[in-house]
Nanobody, 123 residues
Framework: QVQLVESGGGLVQAGGSLRLSCAAS????????MAWFRQAPGKERAFVAT????????YYADSMKGRFTISRDNAKNTIYLQMNSLKPEDTAVYYC????????????????WGQGTQVTVSS
């Protein structure tokens, strides 16, 4: 029903920046919530950030506050994750998730997921 494709990952040195994109196609949900998650090697997938349809409401995991910024372009059905001051511990596969029901929700409540994009931060 909805397909999500992440892009923008790559290799970057500590202190550098990357901007991830997640493009959604298929059925459009006007008020759907979208979020970023990540999974580091050997660890479970964890929440990164989420954003409301209007873009007014955002929420970040504590370790990302002040460094990461989530945004969206509804005309393109795309969300972004600007990552600054990257640290080696940010190394992970970053996943985009979407759900037609707005509001903050836990990982298993998202209906749609992308395939992920690799982010590697070297020290």
């Amino acid at each position: 029903q909805v397909q999500l494709v992440e892009s923008g990952g790559g290799l970057v040195q500590a202190g550098g920046s990357l901007r991830l994109s997640c493009a959604a196609s298929g059925r459009t949900f006007t008020n759907y919530a979208m979020a970023w998650f990540r999974q580091a090697p050997g660890k479970e997938r964890a929440f990164v950030a989420t954003i409301s349809w209007s873009g007014i409401t955002t929420y970040y995991a504590d370790s990302m506050k002040g460094r990461f910024t989530i945004s969206r372009d509804n005309a393109k059905n795309t969300i972004y994750l600007q990552m600054n001051s990257l640290k080696p511990e940010d190394t992970a596969v970053y996943y985009c998730a979407a759900d037609p029901i707005p509001g903050l929700k836990r990982e298993d409540e998202y209906h749609y997921w992308g395939q992920g994009t690799q982010v590697t931060v070297s020290s």
